[in-house]
């Protein structure tokens, strides 16, 4: 799960993650993010570095 704002500035970063999920196998990520609009190196970083591990851990309960 992507969080809802950076943790160093505290911008929404999560209304972006659908999109730059989608664009990210026909595009460079940096252009993704400059088009929409993610300008600081902290909220580049959350976007850059997410790892989703939800649906792998998922079946364990």
Do not use: W
């Amino acid at each position: 799960m992507i969080p809802v704002r950076c943790f160093t500035c505290g911008k929404v970063i999560s209304s972006v993650y659908e999109e730059y999920k989608k664009r990210l196998d026909n595009e460079e990520p940096g252009k993704i993010l400059d088009d929409l609009g993610i300008e600081r190196y902290c909220c580049r970083r959350m976007l850059l570095t997410h790892v989703g591990l939800v649906d792998l851990l998922a079946p364990y309960q």
